[in-house]
């Protein structure tokens, strides 16, 4: 019995000496050749069962029974059927090689033992870490490899099933065993590896990160934070306090943020001001996170990362800067600035912008709708509408209740205001579907343009008026029946044209004086301009006392029509003028119209008519004519005017 405790006892020793030759190998295979851990791992696990087997428990001739099953199993587990295979290859060979009456079972033993341990680590790499597949591969060890005494023969059975008691609780323990050491070293490993992990990040982070005791003295630094503080190596750090590095004053601020996270028992993100050994001063973004021991929970010390945000702050103060810079401006520019977002909610604007709608101002601030402010405004009468847009229903007030889009729409348009001043709104489009728009005041300009135009019309009036009789003058006669004879010849309506020549004006003018001339054809005119009814009838003054009349769309007949009446009206007058045989003054008058075979142009028709005119003046005056069909030569008709006279 004493032999038999002592074999076992071997055995097991050498399954945990496998335990501690696998973890130190696995950890050297993992850093310098990791390809080939699988294979070391069922290397050792074959020289570890052949080992075992040399230290059998004998229960009959050629019959052994070992541990061998627990090593070959925990290769399975752990490196799965790489290892298993390669470990129970080696096994087999050496069992195979010892021979005896057991050499079948117990070859089969070991394929059983080594499915055990890949059945239990099945499509998990990681399998020796969990329990549950631990103690799966040692109750498996236990059941299944001892169906192999069914091979053996028969007559030793009863020493075989002698030995199980004591045995299967050892195979079992020693795989427990086995594996439980490989996996706390594992663990112990992995532990290591994040710790060191850990140390190489905080080595070499960028920014600082220091780790104090309750009582404010460094346990931790990284370089990082031993350079902010000009010293070379971190481990000049340790034991010491802010005290030891920086001014009082600094010391004692950063004494009270730390107090502050402990009163507060949580992580507190605070800005702190620093100072460097070379004076440099700055500013950090400093995280504290309060260190909790695992079983009261109670703080213990406090890690501190600091980032430098000294060249942010220094932005952010530009930048407050610039925008107070930009708000000035646009406060007082000369112009309205006001911008909307995509749903035409008011987002900013200017004070000039608020001025220059004062009954609405109290309404055109951030947040407000321009739906509601064009209803405002124009319920409160800000805006000066056209009559046809103030009958209208406004944008703002349709049953949809959308947004008007007028305002809206990139562009110019002006704006009339209730006391007269007229502004220029300018709409831009920005980026995310928003509009700003630049009121201008234009009321001074709007008044000047409309003084330039006032006055440009009383120098066109005066550049086309005959100044003595108020009618147009010779230049704004020439213009006018070029332009009506293009038009006729374009609709084909008729044109007529009336030269009219006051009766013996210079006898008129020899026996009543220049001024009583002038007064007379003031008057002849004030009657041809009533004769000119309608808005497009040229009344003008040809030259001295003869005078034109251009009837549109009118054609000869009608021409002589309104001589006539003409006629009739400067007789009316009744103007004594004793140096006529009527005894009044009269006029005579030569009637051409288009269209008319002989007329192309406007001479043709000035010429027509002055023909008239002449028969008419001939024929006895105080009379109109017609013009014939074919026209006089003109230096006959220069002559027939020269001969008689006006």
Not at 72 to 95: D, E, F, H, N, Q
Request: charged residues 20%; neutral net charge.
């Amino acid at each position: 019995m004493t032999m038999t405790m002592t074999q076992t006892l071997v055995n097991i020793a050498l399954v945990l000496l496998f335990s501690m030759l696998w973890s130190r190998l696995d950890g050297w295979l993992e850093r310098h050749s990791p390809a080939h851990r699988l294979v070391g791992l069922g290397l050792i696990g074959g020289l570890t069962t052949i080992l075992l087997m040399l230290f059998p428990l004998a229960v009959a001739p050629g019959v052994f029974l070992d541990l061998r099953s627990s090593a070959i199993a925990v290769c399975g587990l752990m490196g799965g059927p790489i290892s298993a295979v390669l470990s129970a290859g080696m096994a087999v060979t050496w069992r195979v090689f010892q021979g005896g009456l057991g050499a079948g079972a117990g070859a089969l033993a070991i394929l059983l033992a080594a499915a055990v341990g890949i059945c239990a680590g099945w499509r998990d790499d990681r399998a020796i870490l969990s329990i549950r597949r631990i103690v799966l591969m040692s109750v498996g060890l236990v059941i299944v490899p001892q169906i192999t005494i069914l091979v053996l023969p028969p007559e030793t059975w009863p020493l075989v099933l002698s030995s199980l008691p004591l045995m299967l609780p050892m195979q079992c323990l020693a795989a427990l065993l086995a594996a439980l050491m490989i996996r706390a070293e594992l663990l112990q490993r992995a532990k290591l590896q994040e710790a060191e992990l850990y140390r190489s990040i905080i080595e070499t982070m960028p920014e600082n990160l220091t780790v104090k005791d309750r009582e404010g003295r460094f346990i931790l630094a990284n370089p990082a934070a031993a350079d902010v503080l000009g010293l070379a190596d971190p481990q000049d750090m340790i034991g010491k306090t802010d005290a030891d590095f920086h001014s009082p004053a600094l010391a004692s601020q950063y004494h009270s943020d730390e107090q502050a996270v402990y009163d507060a028992d949580k992580a507190l993100l605070l800005e702190q001001s620093y100072e460097t050994s070379l004076g440099l001063k700055g500013w950090y973004s400093t995280l504290k996170y309060p260190i909790r021991e695992p079983k009261t929970d109670r703080i213990v010390g406090l890690v501190t990362h600091n980032r430098d945000i000294s060249k942010q702050k220094e932005l952010e103060r530009q930048l407050a800067e610039s925008r107070q810079q930009l708000t000035d401006a646009l406060a007082n520019m000369a112009d309205g600035l006001v911008m909307f977002d995509r749903q035409g909610k008011l987002v900013y604007c200017n004070e000039r912008y608020r001025a220059m709608f004062s009954k609405t101002a109290d309404l055109r601030v951030p947040g407000a709708h321009l739906r509601d402010i064009i209803a405002a405004s124009r319920a409160r009468g800000e805006e000066a509408l056209p009559a046809e847009a103030a009958s209208a229903p406004a944008a703002c007030d349709r049953a949809d209740d959308k947004m008007p889009a007028l305002p809206l729409q990139p562009g110019k348009r002006e704006i009339q205001l209730w006391d007269g001043r007229a502004l220029e709104a300018q709409t831009r489009s920005v980026s995310g579907g928003g509009s700003l728009i630049v009121f201008t005041d234009i009321t001074v300009a709007k008044q000047a343009e409309e003084m330039l135009r006032q006055a440009n019309r009383a120098l066109e009036k005066a550049a086309f008026t005959d100044g003595l009789t108020g009618l147009y003058n010779r230049r704004a006669f020439d213009v006018h029946i070029r332009h009506e004879l293009a038009r006729s010849r374009r609709s084909g309506s008729g044109v007529c044209l009336l030269m009219i020549d006051i009766d013996h004006f210079k006898l008129f003018n020899d026996r009543y004086g220049h001024q009583s001339g002038d007064q007379c054809l003031r008057q002849v005119a004030s009657a041809l301009r009533a004769t000119a009814k309608r808005g497009t009838d040229i009344a003008a003054r040809y030259g001295g006392e003869e005078m034109a009349l251009l009837l549109t769309d009118t054609d000869l007949a009608g021409g002589e029509i309104v001589a006539r009446h003409y006629c009739q009206a400067v007789r009316d007058l009744r103007i004594a003028h004793e140096g006529s045989h009527k005894g009044f003054v009269t006029v005579s008058i030569g009637v051409a119209a288009v269209p008319a075979d002989s007329i192309h142009d406007s001479d043709d028709l000035i010429a027509s008519a002055d023909a008239a005119l002449y028969r008419a003046k001939h024929g006895g005056r105080d009379q109109h004519v017609a013009a014939e069909l074919q026209l006089a030569p003109v230096d006959t008709l220069t002559s027939k005017r020269a001969k008689h006279g006006r």
